[in-house]
């Protein structure tokens, strides 16, 4: 188990830089298990990324909406935007990728706004600006 949230935000890291590799391979290729395996790489590393703030985020959609509207609240605007952005690109990638098998998403390159997303919930936490949650809340 890891518990400190720089683990959790390097996991995040690899798991999208192998989404990244695979989403190159299936472009080129167009392998339908490729597509499903880049869908659940970068959903996991979204989920693991929003681990860093609560370690205990289970792997559904519902949880990570309710953590994202908590951690978005004191944020403005442009900011909640930033983390926004990561989000909705984790969930078509989810979505189209691993659950449709739809090749051509892995034809987009979207997957930097899931790494500025990560990057960019790195800096909110060293600086303070998001509580953690700690295990069992």
């Known amino acids: 188990m890891m518990g400190r949230p720089e683990d959790h935000l390097r996991r995040a890291e690899r798991l999208l830089e192998e989404a990244e590799r695979c989403r ?5 290729t167009g392998d339908p298990d490729l597509c499903r395996r880049v869908g659940r790489l970068v959903w996991e590393a979204w989920v693991e990324a929003l681990r860093a703030v609560d370690p205990d985020l289970p792997d559904d959609k519902d ?3 309710e953590l994202l509207c908590e951690i978005e609240e ?6 909640a935007g930033r983390l926004g952005e990561g989000d909705i690109t984790a969930r078509i990638f989810y979505e189209e990728c691993y659950e449709q098998g739809e090749v051509e ?8 706004d899931v790494k500025a ?21």
Do not use: K, M
């Not at 190159?24 to 080129?28: G, K, P, S, V, W």
């Not at 997303?117 to 809340?137: A, N, V, Y």
């Open 63 to 65: 949880a990570v909406d």
């Open 74 to 79: 004191p944020l403005s605007y442009e900011e």
């Open 117 to 137: 997303s990560i990057e960019f919930l790195g800096q909110l936490l060293r600086s303070g600006r998001i509580p953690l949650r700690r295990h069992g809340r």
């Open 105 to 112: 998403t892995c034809r987009l390159p979207w997957l930097d």
């Open 24 to 28: 190159r391979e299936c472009a080129r």
